[in-house]
C-alpha cells in the first residue's frame, strides 16, 4: 500500500481545491485509500489543527494584547488595529502590583495550595499503601468509597460546609481551605496512587521483609522513592487544582487580605459600572501564569496523571 | 558475615516499632487521615446538607424543620424552574459540542504529525488557566461596545450592521456560556480521548484496511466500539461536572440578564450565601443529587466494561 501516485504541485492544488468545496472526503472505495498526498493531509489535518490551536489560545493572546494596551488604544478601535500594541505599557500591571493586594492574594494562595497540596498527598499515600499493599479484608470497597467520593462535586457541598467551617472557628481563615480542598484531592490523589503503586513488584517488598525490615521500613526505603513519578504527578494536579479552586475560596473567605487569585480578581477588581478592563486582564494573565509555567515544567507527569486517572 | 554474628547484630524492637509491624494498627493508622479527612468535609456535610435542606436555617441563626417547605416553595418559583431547564438545556448541549469537537481534535492529534507532545502541552492550557481568569477573558470578548468578534464581523467583514449583544438578552448569553464551556472542555475530553485511541492497535487498522474498509467504515466498527469504554467515563465526569458548573456563569453573567442564565449551582449559591437562605440554598443543591446519582451509577458499570476492554484480569 505504499505505491502513492506522483502528484504534480498544479494537480495538489487542483484537489485541495475540489476538496475545500465539498468534494473529495469519504466514500471513495479502495483505489484511494493509498492516496496520502500531501495535500489531502493538509486539508483533513493541518488546516482544523491550527484553526483549534487559534481558537484554543485567542483568549489567552487577547488577555496579553489588553494587559500591555495604553487606555487610549484599548477603547478606540477606529485609530488602532486592536490585535496589535502601537505604544505597549506596564501602567495595567504596576497599577494591579502596588494600587491592590495582589502580592498578599498571590502569598495566599501559594501558602493555602502547597498546604493542601502537601495534607493531601500525606493522606493519599498512607491510604494508597494500606489499600493496595496492605490488603485487608474489604479493601477494595474502601477504594472505590474514596473513588466514589470523587463524584460529589464541590457545588453541592459549600452550604453545608460553609456551617462546618463556621463552627469549627475557621472561617476567614486559609486553614478553611487547606482543610477544605482535599475532599476533592484525596480521592484523586488516591486513586492514582493506587495505580503506582500496582506497578511497583510486590517481590521487592517480600525480600525487604525477609530482611528483617517492618512496614514502615519498606514504606519509606522501598516503595516511596519507586514511586517518586506518581508522587510527582498527584503533587502537580493537587497543586494546580487548588490554585484554580473557586467556589470554597469564594464561600469560606470574605476579607480582601485573605482572598486567593481568582476570587480576588473577580471580587475586588470589578467595582461599580465601569470596568477597568487594562487591569482585569493584567490580573489574570498574572493570575495564569504561575500555574501555567508550573505546568510547562511538568507537562509530561500532568499528562500521564490525567489520562492515568482516566483510564485507571 | 556467618549466622552467629547476625543474629547477635539484630537489636529487639522497641514497644512501638512492634505496634507499627501490627498489621490491623497500621492499617487504621494508614487509613485515619484520608477517611477522618473525608468523613469530617464530605460526609458529615453531606449528610448535613440534606438535613439543612428541610429546614428554614438562615445564616448565624438555627433553623426548625418545616419538612417539605422549601422544595414545595421551589416548585411554585418560576427561577428555580427556569435554573433546572437552563441546566439541562447547558449540560447537554456543551457536553454534544465538547465531544463532537474533543474527538475530533483527538483524531487529529492521532496522526504523525510534527510537535506532537508540544502541541498536546499546548492544547491542555485552557484547562489548567484557572476557569475564573480565562472566563474574565471570556467576558471581556464578550463586551457589548469592546468585543472582538463584533470587531471583525461588523467593522471589518461588514456582515452585519449592528454590534452583537451577547450577555445583554437570555437567549445570546446561554449561547455565550456554553461556547466558553465548550473551550474550556475542549482539551480534557481530546487528550484523555486520545490517550485512549493510543491504545489502539494498529495492527486492527491495516487489516481493516486490507479488506478494503472506508475511513467512516474504520472508525464506525474500530474505533468507536473500542473507545466506548473510556469515552463512557470521561462522558461521566464531563457530565457531573458541567451539570454543576459554577464558575463560569457566575463570572461571566452572575445568572443574569434578569436570572435566565442561572444553572442549579449558580442559584443555590446566590440564595445560599449573599441571600442568607442556607436552608433553601442547600434544598437547591440536593436537588441536583438525583442527576448526580445517576451519573455515578452510569460510571460504575463503564467501569466495569474496562476490565473486559483491556483483558487484564480483575485486580
Same mark, same amino acid.
Given at each position: 500500500?505504499?505505491?502513492?501516485?506522483?502528484?504534480s504541485?498544479?494537480?495538489?492544488?487542483?484537489?485541495?481545491?475540489?476538496?475545500?468545496?465539498?468534494?473529495?472526503?469519504?466514500?471513495?472505495?479502495?483505489?484511494?485509500?493509498?492516496?496520502?498526498?500531501?495535500?489531502?493531509?493538509?486539508?483533513?489535518v493541518?488546516?482544523?489543527?491550527?484553526?483549534?490551536?487559534?481558537?484554543?489560545?485567542?483568549?489567552?493572546?487577547?488577555?496579553?494584547?489588553?494587559?500591555?494596551?495604553?487606555?487610549?488604544?484599548?477603547?478606540?478601535?477606529?485609530?488602532?488595529?486592536?490585535?496589535?500594541?502601537?505604544?505597549?505599557?506596564?501602567?495595567?500591571?504596576?497599577?494591579?502590583?502596588?494600587?491592590?493586594?495582589?502580592?498578599?492574594?498571590?502569598?495566599?494562595?501559594?501558602?493555602?495550595?502547597?498546604?493542601?497540596?502537601?495534607?493531601?498527598?500525606?493522606?493519599?499515600?498512607?491510604?494508597?499503601?494500606?489499600?493496595?499493599?496492605?490488603?485487608?479484608?474489604?479493601?477494595?470497597?474502601?477504594?472505590?468509597a474514596?473513588?466514589?467520593?470523587?463524584?460529589?462535586?464541590?457545588?453541592?457541598?459549600f452550604?453545608?460546609?460553609?456551617?462546618?467551617?463556621?463552627?469549627?472557628?475557621?472561617?476567614?481563615?486559609?486553614?478553611?481551605?487547606?482543610?477544605?480542598?482535599?475532599?476533592?484531592l484525596v480521592?484523586?490523589?488516591?486513586?492514582?496512587?493506587?495505580?503506582?503503586?500496582?506497578?511497583?513488584?510486590?517481590?521487592?517488598?517480600?525480600?525487604?521483609?525477609?530482611?528483617?525490615?517492618?512496614?514502615?521500613?519498606?514504606?519509606?526505603?522501598?516503595?516511596?522513592?519507586?514511586?517518586?513519578?506518581?508522587?510527582?504527578?498527584?503533587?502537580?494536579?493537587?497543586?494546580?487544582?487548588?490554585?484554580?479552586?473557586?467556589?470554597?475560596?469564594?464561600?469560606?473567605?470574605?476579607?480582601?487580605?485573605?482572598?486567593?487569585?481568582?476570587?480576588?480578581?473577580?471580587?475586588?477588581?470589578?467595582?461599580?459600572?465601569?470596568?477597568?478592563?487594562?487591569?482585569?486582564?493584567?490580573?489574570?494573565?498574572?493570575g495564569?501564569?504561575?500555574?501555567?509555567?508550573?505546568?510547562?515544567?511538568?507537562?509530561?507527569?500532568?499528562?500521564?496523571?490525567?489520562t492515568?486517572?482516566?483510564?485507571? | 558475615?556467618?549466622?552467629?554474628?547476625?543474629?547477635?547484630?539484630?537489636?529487639?524492637?522497641?514497644?512501638?516499632?512492634?505496634?507499627?509491624?501490627?498489621?490491623?494498627f497500621?492499617?487504621?493508622?494508614?487509613?485515619?487521615?484520608?477517611?477522618?479527612?473525608?468523613?469530617?468535609?464530605?460526609?458529615?456535610?453531606?449528610?448535613?446538607?440534606i438535613?439543612?435542606a428541610?429546614?428554614?436555617?438562615?445564616?448565624?441563626?438555627?433553623?426548625?424543620?418545616?419538612?417539605?417547605?422549601?422544595?414545595?416553595?421551589?416548585?411554585?418559583?418560576?427561577?428555580?424552574?427556569?435554573?433546572?431547564?437552563?441546566?439541562?438545556?447547558?449540560?447537554?448541549?456543551?457536553?454534544?459540542?465538547?465531544?463532537?469537537?474533543?474527538?475530533?481534535?483527538?483524531?487529529?492529534?492521532?496522526?504523525?504529525?510534527?510537535?506532537?507532545?508540544?502541541?498536546?502541552?499546548?492544547?491542555?492550557?485552557?484547562?489548567?488557566?484557572?476557569?475564573?481568569?480565562?472566563?474574565?477573558?471570556?467576558?471581556?470578548?464578550?463586551?457589548?461596545?469592546?468585543?472582538?468578534i463584533?470587531?471583525?464581523?461588523?467593522?471589518q467583514?461588514?456582515?452585519?450592521?449592528?454590534?452583537?449583544?451577547?450577555?445583554?438578552?437570555?437567549?445570546?448569553?446561554?449561547?455565550?456560556?456554553? &461556547?466558553?464551556? *465548550?473551550? $474550556? %472542555?475542549? /482539551?480534557?475530553?481530546?487528550?484523555? #480521548?486520545? @490517550?485512549? !485511541?493510543?491504545?489502539?492497535?494498529?495492527?486492527?487498522?491495516?487489516?481493516a484496511?486490507?479488506?478494503?474498509?472506508?475511513?467512516?467504515?474504520?472508525?464506525?466498527?474500530?474505533?468507536?466500539?473500542?473507545?466506548?469504554?473510556?469515552?463512557?467515563?470521561?462522558?461521566?465526569?464531563?457530565?457531573?461536572?458541567?451539570?454543576?458548573?459554577?464558575?463560569? &456563569?457566575?463570572? *461571566?453573567? $452572575? %445568572?443574569g /440578564?434578569?436570572?435566565?442564565?442561572h #444553572?442549579? @449551582?449558580? !442559584?443555590?449559591?446566590?440564595?445560599?450565601?449573599?441571600?442568607?437562605?442556607?436552608?433553601?440554598?442547600?434544598?437547591?443543591?440536593?436537588?441536583?443529587?438525583?442527576?448526580?446519582?445517576?451519573?455515578?451509577?452510569f460510571?460504575?458499570?463503564?467501569?466495569?466494561?474496562r476490565?473486559?476492554?483491556?483483558?487484564?484480569?480483575?485486580?
Amino acid at each position: 500500500m505504499t505505491d502513492a501516485k506522483p502528484i504534480s504541485p498544479a494537480e495538489a492544488d487542483q484537489r485541495v481545491d475540489a476538496e475545500v468545496s465539498g468534494g473529495v472526503t469519504e466514500g471513495e472505495g479502495p483505489q484511494l485509500l493509498s492516496w496520502d498526498s500531501r495535500a489531502r493531509r493538509i486539508v483533513t489535518v493541518y488546516i482544523p489543527l491550527v484553526i483549534f490551536l487559534i481558537v484554543l489560545l485567542f483568549p489567552f493572546y487577547w488577555m496579553a494584547v489588553t494587559t500591555f494596551k495604553p487606555d487610549n488604544e484599548l477603547l478606540d478601535y477606529k485609530n488602532h488595529n486592536p490585535f496589535w500594541i502601537s505604544s505597549p505599557t506596564l501602567d495595567n500591571i504596576k497599577k494591579l502590583l502596588f494600587d491592590t493586594d495582589y502580592g498578599h492574594w498571590l502569598v495566599t494562595t501559594m501558602f493555602v495550595a502547597i498546604g493542601s497540596t502537601f495534607l493531601s498527598i500525606l493522606a493519599s499515600v498512607l491510604a494508597a499503601y494500606a489499600i493496595q499493599r496492605l490488603r485487608f479484608r474489604g479493601s477494595d470497597y474502601v477504594g472505590l468509597a474514596i473513588y466514589a467520593a470523587y463524584l460529589v462535586p464541590p457545588s453541592i457541598l459549600f452550604i453545608p460546609l460553609a456551617q462546618v467551617v463556621f463552627q469549627m472557628g475557621l472561617f476567614d481563615t486559609p486553614f478553611a481551605l487547606i482543610l477544605t480542598y482535599p475532599t476533592f484531592l484525596v480521592p484523586f490523589c488516591t486513586w492514582l496512587l493506587i495505580g503506582y503503586f500496582k506497578s511497583i513488584p510486590y517481590e521487592l517488598e517480600e525480600c525487604a521483609l525477609i530482611d528483617g525490615a517492618s512496614r514502615l521500613q519498606i514504606l519509606r526505603r522501598i516503595t516511596l522513592p519507586l514511586a517518586v513519578p506518581g508522587l510527582i504527578s498527584a503533587g502537580i494536579f493537587a497543586f494546580t487544582l487548588s490554585w484554580n479552586e473557586f467556589i470554597y475560596a469564594l464561600a469560606f473567605i470574605s476579607s480582601t487580605e485573605n482572598k486567593t487569585v481568582p476570587v480576588a480578581i473577580l471580587t475586588e477588581l470589578v467595582s461599580g459600572d465601569v470596568y477597568h478592563w487594562g487591569a482585569l486582564m493584567a490580573g489574570a494573565l498574572l493570575g495564569s501564569l504561575p500555574v501555567a509555567v508550573f505546568y510547562m515544567f511538568f507537562v509530561e507527569y500532568y499528562v500521564s496523571s490525567l489520562t492515568g486517572a482516566v483510564k485507571e | 558475615m556467618d549466622a552467629s554474628t547476625w543474629v547477635a547484630k539484630r537489636p529487639t524492637p522497641s514497644a512501638l516499632a512492634q505496634l507499627f509491624d501490627n498489621k490491623a494498627f497500621l492499617i487504621a493508622v494508614c487509613l485515619f487521615p484520608a477517611v477522618g479527612l473525608l468523613l469530617v468535609f464530605l460526609t458529615y456535610p453531606l449528610g448535613l446538607g440534606i438535613y439543612l435542606a428541610f429546614t428554614d436555617t438562615e445564616i448565624g441563626g438555627n433553623g426548625h424543620w418545616i419538612g417539605l417547605e422549601n422544595f414545595e416553595y421551589l416548585l411554585t418559583d418560576r427561577i428555580f424552574i427556569n435554573s433546572v431547564w437552563n441546566t439541562m438545556f447547558y449540560t447537554f448541549v456543551a457536553t454534544v459540542g465538547k465531544f463532537a469537537l474533543g474527538l475530533w481534535l483527538a483524531l487529529l492529534l492521532n496522526h504523525h504529525i510534527p510537535f506532537q507532545s508540544a502541541i498536546r502541552a499546548i492544547i491542555l492550557l485552557p484547562y489548567i488557566v484557572p476557569t475564573v481568569l480565562s472566563a474574565i477573558a471570556f467576558w471581556w470578548i464578550y463586551d457589548p461596545q469592546f468585543s472582538i468578534i463584533s470587531y471583525v464581523v461588523v467593522d471589518q467583514l461588514h456582515l452585519r450592521d449592528k454590534y452583537f449583544d451577547f450577555l445583554g438578552e437570555p437567549w445570546p448569553a446561554r449561547w455565550s456560556l456554553i &461556547v466558553a464551556n *465548550i473551550w $474550556r %472542555g475542549i /482539551p480534557f475530553v481530546a487528550i484523555t #480521548l486520545l @490517550a485512549g !485511541l493510543q491504545t489502539i492497535s494498529p495492527s486492527l487498522y491495516e487489516a481493516a484496511m486490507l479488506d478494503g474498509a472506508s475511513p467512516w467504515q474504520q472508525f464506525r466498527r474500530i474505533t468507536a466500539p473500542l473507545l466506548m469504554p473510556i469515552l463512557a467515563i470521561v462522558m461521566t465526569f464531563s457530565v457531573l461536572f458541567t451539570f454543576t458548573d459554577f464558575q463560569l &456563569v457566575y463570572a *461571566i453573567t $452572575r %445568572g443574569g /440578564p434578569i436570572n435566565s442564565t442561572h #444553572l442549579m @449551582a449558580t !442559584l443555590a449559591f446566590q440564595r445560599g450565601i449573599p441571600g442568607a437562605q442556607l436552608g433553601e440554598g442547600a434544598a437547591i443543591a440536593v436537588a441536583m443529587i438525583p442527576f448526580l446519582i445517576f451519573a455515578t451509577l452510569f460510571s460504575y458499570y463503564a467501569l466495569g466494561n474496562r476490565k473486559w476492554q483491556q483483558g487484564s484480569d480483575n485486580d
